[in-house]
């Protein structure tokens, strides 16, 4: 069944009284809704709030994710250091510690960005981790047979060579961080699509509720439309890459 | 020449020495090996071994697999430690691979200019791949090329260095028999051109001869026989390349029939080395 025709049953369902608004409003009341509050300002400011909150736990989560896994990947004591606690805390769901972040960072914006920057952080970790142990040992023995060492040997053969894993990594953290958004922003927010979606809720607008989630989705494909760019960009000599 | 000098305040006799300017004074080799063992575990790879290669001589290393053949390469490459044994090679040497290790995210060009310093890198790597053919893809990325084109951007990426000393570690092992020949032919007029010493690890015996001033046969971690090539280039035809290669493949155990005239061209200089001689 197509998306339309199912839009279209949707909206007849709505209109013959199968489908009660307070159930699922009807799609022409959601374009409104979205429209009005377009309009209003309300959808774009609370929209940013949430964009804000991703971005700012995503950059930490991204910093700390790559420098521990370039500590632990470049290093052997790095490693003895970092690798074990970190594949230890992993095993543990981001989203389990949001009562103990909130005993210690209270009801703020801290506990949200705070779930946010752990959740992306493995998937970054991980994958960075395993693409600079991945690179192949015969390019780096090359590369030093050339004369590289040091910093060059880490910027133009280890880290290049781990881009590939480090964006894989990327997009799950994406993935990840907006899924800690969803629930983290339904704890007590005063702004942001969680906290609109958690109005709306007590006061059944579920056409708020849908117009709220539809955002969610297209910022979802926005976020992984970006990391694709960045892939075509980064790794154009890729051979899937260089056909295209 | 000793010479005795009696210090009388100290009532001991030193001696000093004095070295004697000879007149023929060899020419320094650009390479030069002394007794060097290399063992990993309780296994002795190369036992004792000397080498000298002369500046500007291609020198062809023949062995089977397992022979220890790729471990000296890479003793003189540099790669391995020698630990503070009799090693001597240049500072300027390159190494070309059996695969090209490139690096699959750098353009040609810049896999050739790799660790290179100077604005004149691009122009450096360019006449580099202009010399092995390649001058017209430098801005192509590696994934593109052949394995006969990458071999070639692995011989500029060597060749851009001016080594003292070029190391190849079966370059041509994994390219089809044309682009074989014609790497042969590109490698002989790379060398005439630039004359570096070379050391060709191989295990293809017509390779060698084809190529080589001279063939070392590596054995049990020792020099085995040693055959020197005195034949013009090209040398393909030659009954004396066949008595030759007859009696290298003898050496990596090998054995032919007879030929039907035996010829009288050529020496083989043979070490007694008990078991590489069965």
Redesign the interface.
């Known amino acids: 069944m197509s998306p339309l025709l199912l839009i279209a049953l949707w909206e007849l369902g709505s209109r013959a009284g199968v489908i009660p608004a307070h159930i699922l409003a009807a799609p022409s009341s959601v374009v409104k809704t979205a429209w009005d509050m377009i309009v209003s300002g309300e959808l774009p400011s609370n929209m940013l709030v949430s964009l804000g909150r991703a971005l700012a736990g995503l950059a930490i989560g991204v910093t700390l994710g790559s420098a521990l896994a370039v500590t632990a990947g470049l290093t052997r004591a790095g490693e003895n250091a970092v690798d074990p606690p970190i594949q230890m805390l992993r095993t543990l769901p981001s989203l389990a510690l949001s009562p103990l972040f909130i005993v210690w960072f209270g009801i703020g914006e801290t506990p949200k960005i705070a779930l946010i920057a752990l959740g992306t952080m493995f998937p970054i970790y991980l994958n960075l981790y395993n693409g600079i142990r991945g690179v192949d040992p ?2 780096i ?8 060492k040091g910093w ?1 040997l880490i910027a ?2 280890i880290l ?2 781990a ?1 590939p894993s480090f964006l894989l990594g990327l997009r799950f953290a994406l993935a990840g961080s907006w899924l800690i958004l969803v629930v983290a922003e339904q704890i007590n927010a005063s702004a942001g699509l969680g906290y609109l979606i958690n109005n709306a809720r007590d006061f059944s607008r579920t056409d708020v509720i849908v117009v709220c989630l539809l955002v969610y989705a297209l910022l979802g494909l926005a976020a992984d439309a970006v990391v694709r760019a960045i892939e075509r960009r980064a ?5 899937s890459f ?1 056909k295209s | 020449m000793n010479q005795v000098v009696y210090k009388p305040n100290r009532g001991e006799p030193t001696v000093i020495q004095i070295e004697a300017p000879s007149p023929a004074a060899p020419v320094e080799p650009a390479v030069r090996v002394r007794n060097f063992t290399r063992r990993f575990g309780e296994t002795v790879v190369l036992r004792d071994l000397d080498v000298d290669i002369a500046p500007g001589e291609f020198v062809a290393l023949l062995g089977r697999s397992g022979s220890g053949k790729t471990t000296l390469l890479r003793t003189l490459a540099g790669l391995d430690p020698i630990d503070g044994q009799d090693v001597r090679a240049p500072e300027s040497r390159a190494v070309v691979y059996q695969d090209a290790r490139l690096l699959p995210w750098k353009r040609i060009w810049r896999n050739v200019a790799l660790g290179l310093s100077g604005s004149d890198a691009r122009a450096r790597a360019e006449a580099a791949l202009t010399e092995v053919g390649l001058g017209h893809r430098m801005d192509v990325w590696p994934s593109t090329l052949s394995g006969g084109e990458s071999q070639r951007a692995a011989i500029a990426r060597a060749l851009v260095r001016e080594p003292k000393l070029l190391l190849l570690d079966e370059p041509f092992a994994a390219v089809d028999a044309l682009t074989r020949i014609r790497m042969h032919e590109l490698v002989l007029s790379l060398w005439r051109t630039h004359a570096p010493a070379v050391l060709l690890v191989t295990h293809d015996v017509d390779e060698a001869i084809t190529l080589a001033d001279r063939v070392l046969v590596l054995d049990g971690g020792r020099i085995a026989a040693e055959e020197r090539i005195d034949l013009a280039r090209p040398r393909e035809g030659s009954p004396t390349f066949q008595a030759i290669r007859r009696r290298l493949l003898r050496h990596l155990g090998v054995e032919l029939a007879a030929p039907a005239a035996p010829s009288p061209e050529g020496e083989l200089v043979a070490y007694p080395t008990g078991e590489a001689l069965s």
Not at chain 1, 235 to 239: F, K, V
Request: no cysteine; hydrophobic share 50%.
């Open positions: 015969k390019l023995e090359a590369a030093r047979s050339f004369g590289l060059d133009e053969v290049p060579g881009l790794l154009a000599w890729r051979p260089i």
